[in-house]
């Protein structure tokens, strides 16, 4: 969802060829249907600064969706996308195809390999090392300790995914994950003393993976797509997503899982008494990997979700529009192109992805609905020659902009995504977690979430548990 290094992507490069039919980790909803061609000067002027993507600096605040959430949908990404060669962003290496093992939400970016095989990350075996437990730098303070990961000696941070630390937020979720396994593994430990180290750790496993999975399917995708999307595809099945394992589909980690980049803020408040908001991508908060220096970059999560009766912010509007600072990213070299939405189009392009038109029609989006964006997005790009189809990442946006999330009450625009954009997004994770044998959606859909007395389970409860 957020800005990623650009790495080598191995494997992905299957998806730059029409006729692959051995995909391995990667897949496509949508392989009979035509690649768009736009050309790419006007792919350019729709995604520059000054063009019809470029917000400005003031804030279009969401009424729904919180701030956490844009972060939160980070860490899933990662979690989704992390082998040790490869990355979403750059194409590379078209014969690493069958190499990876499965996608799964199965926050490998906090247990890495376990604690066999990622020892380094476990100081008991069944504990995960954070910073309080003198692996901070011996410059910090305590309290700046107690709230970053583990680190080496130079500041690099110690954990599953080294792309959770590029920015204080997601840092500081990742060590919020890693505390409230620590914290299960303590209350499983209380109920019963006799569980040796390897039971201990393997229920503890299980316990936080299945809350994280319940949240995802309770919490994070309602919030994003809407509830009655969510039950429509839990009790009507999967129509778009259908593989027999577990694989990430181009539509959505080239289009639909990017509308993130819609919601970023250019600034963010991470404090209760914060009088002035941090650059997303200023020094403060936005310049990770290193280690915490400064009492103003511990993040108040109650200022970011719902926790309690403090005010909490709320995301940019779901739309077509970005802040001014993301369509010319400071830390991208002179030469390349620095806009970030230009830089989704022309990756959507490189990757042979349909129109949003073509894509909604596949999956049987009445054609009033269809009309009613493309108009929408005529009416938004003036000047502009999309008369081939709209590019399916800048589609998608515009059917969250001018239709929106479904909830019970009808639709919300600028709430969440739209019936083409949510479908891609909820079935692909649902996918995900049914596809994996060991999640509760494989071994048992009676479950219910038991560290919290409601049988309910939320990141208020994952950030207070913990």
Request: proline share 5%; net charge negative.
């Given at each position: 969802?957020?800005?990623?290094?650009?790495?080598?992507?191995?494997?992905?490069?299957?998806?730059?060829?029409?006729?692959?039919?051995?995909?391995?980790?990667?897949?496509?909803?949508?392989?009979?249907?035509?690649?768009?061609?736009?050309?790419?000067?006007?792919?350019?002027?729709?995604?520059a600064?000054?063009?019809?993507?470029?917000?400005?600096?003031?804030?279009?605040?969401?009424?729904?969706?919180?701030?956490?959430?844009?972060?939160?949908?980070?860490?899933?990404?990662?979690?989704?996308?992390?082998?040790?060669?490869?990355?979403?962003?750059?194409?590379?290496?078209?014969?690493?195809?069958?190499?990876?093992?499965?996608?799964?939400?199965?926050?490998?970016?906090v247990?890495?390999?376990?604690?066999?095989?990622?020892?380094?990350?476990?100081?008991?075996?069944?504990?995960?090392?954070?910073?309080?437990?003198?692996?901070?730098?011996?410059?910090?303070?305590?309290?700046?300790?107690?709230?970053?990961?583990?680190?080496?000696?130079?500041?690099?941070?110690?954990?599953?995914?080294?792309?959770?630390?590029?920015?204080?937020?997601?840092?500081?979720?990742?060590?919020?994950?890693?505390?409230?396994?620590?914290?299960?593994v303590?209350?499983?430990?209380?109920a019963?003393?006799?569980?040796?180290?390897?039971?201990?750790?393997?229920?503890?496993?299980?316990?936080?993976?299945?809350?994280?999975?319940?949240?995802?399917?309770?919490?994070?995708?309602?919030?994003?797509?809407?509830?009655?999307?969510?039950?429509?595809i839990?009790?009507?099945?999967?129509?778009?997503?259908?593989?027999?394992?577990?694989?990430?589909?181009?539509?959505?980690?080239?289009?639909?899982?990017?509308?993130?980049h819609?919601?970023?803020?250019?600034?963010?408040?991470?404090?209760?008494?914060?009088?002035?908001?941090?650059?997303?991508?200023?020094?403060?908060?936005?310049?990770?990997?290193?280690?915490?220096?400064?009492?103003?970059?511990?993040?108040?999560?109650?200022?970011?979700?719902?926790?309690?009766?403090?005010?909490?912010?709320?995301?940019?509007?779901?739309?077509?529009?970005?802040?001014?600072?993301?369509?010319?990213?400071?830390?991208?070299?002179?030469?390349?192109?620095?806009s970030l939405?230009?830089?989704?189009?022309?990756?959507?392009?490189?990757?042979?992805?349909?129109?949003?038109?073509?894509?909604?029609?596949?999956?049987?989006?009445?054609?009033?609905?269809?009309?009613?964006?493309?108009?929408?997005?005529?009416?938004?790009?003036?000047?502009?020659?999309?008369s081939n189809?709209?590019?399916?990442?800048?589609?998608?946006?515009?059917?969250?902009?001018?239709?929106?999330?479904?909830?019970?009450?009808?639709?919300?625009?600028?709430?969440?995504?739209?019936p083409l954009?949510?479908r891609?997004?909820?079935?692909?994770?649902?996918?995900?977690?049914?596809?994996?044998?060991?999640?509760?959606?494989?071994?048992?859909?009676?479950?219910?979430?038991?560290?919290?007395?409601?049988?309910?389970?939320?990141?208020?409860?994952?950030?207070?548990?913990?």
């Amino acid at each position: 969802m957020a800005h990623h290094g650009m790495k080598p992507q191995h494997g992905i490069m299957a998806m730059c060829e029409k006729d692959n039919h051995n995909e391995g980790r990667f897949g496509r909803l949508f392989s009979g249907l035509p690649a768009l061609y736009t050309k790419p000067s006007e792919l350019k002027k729709l995604g520059a600064q000054g063009g019809p993507m470029d917000g400005g600096k003031a804030r279009n605040d969401s009424q729904t969706i919180p701030m956490g959430m844009v972060f939160l949908g980070q860490f899933i990404d990662h979690d989704i996308t992390l082998d040790t060669t490869s990355r979403l962003d750059k194409v590379n290496d078209p014969n690493a195809i069958f190499n990876f093992r499965t996608p799964a939400l199965d926050l490998d970016c906090v247990y890495g390999l376990g604690p066999e095989a990622s020892n380094f990350l476990f100081k008991d075996g069944v504990s995960l090392l954070t910073g309080k437990d003198g692996t901070a730098l011996a410059s910090q303070s305590q309290n700046h300790r107690d709230n970053d990961v583990a680190r080496t000696s130079t500041g690099t941070a110690i954990i599953g995914d080294p792309r959770n630390d590029e920015n204080r937020v997601i840092a500081q979720l990742q060590l919020a994950f890693i505390n409230f396994h620590n914290h299960v593994v303590a209350h499983l430990q209380a109920a019963d003393p006799s569980l040796n180290h390897g039971a201990l750790y393997e229920k503890a496993n299980e316990e936080v993976r299945w809350h994280y999975h319940w949240m995802i399917l309770n919490e994070f995708l309602p919030t994003m797509i809407g509830a009655p999307l969510v039950q429509e595809i839990m009790s009507e099945g999967r129509q778009l997503f259908t593989p027999h394992k577990g694989q990430i589909p181009i539509e959505f980690s080239a289009a639909a899982y990017r509308f993130g980049h819609s919601l970023a803020p250019q600034k963010l408040k991470v404090r209760k008494a914060q009088t002035h908001d941090f650059e997303l991508f200023g020094g403060t908060l936005g310049f990770g990997f290193q280690p915490i220096s400064d009492d103003k970059q511990i993040i108040e999560w109650e200022v970011l979700f719902n926790i309690d009766a403090t005010p909490f912010q709320t995301t940019d509007k779901l739309d077509t529009k970005m802040p001014t600072d993301l369509l010319a990213l400071p830390f991208i070299p002179a030469g390349s192109e620095n806009s970030l939405a230009t830089r989704n189009l022309l990756r959507g392009q490189s990757f042979l992805l349909p129109s949003g038109e073509k894509a909604s029609q596949a999956a049987g989006i009445d054609q009033t609905i269809i009309d009613k964006v493309t108009a929408h997005v005529k009416g938004n790009t003036a000047g502009i020659d999309l008369s081939n189809g709209t590019p399916l990442w800048y589609y998608i946006l515009a059917e969250a902009e001018c239709i929106g999330r479904k909830d019970a009450g009808g639709n919300k625009p600028g709430e969440g995504l739209g019936p083409l954009g949510g479908r891609i997004v909820g079935e692909t994770l649902i996918g995900l977690l049914e596809l994996d044998t060991t999640s509760f959606l494989s071994v048992d859909r009676n479950w219910i979430p038991n560290l919290t007395n409601n049988g309910d389970f939320t990141m208020k409860d994952l950030l207070t548990f913990s």
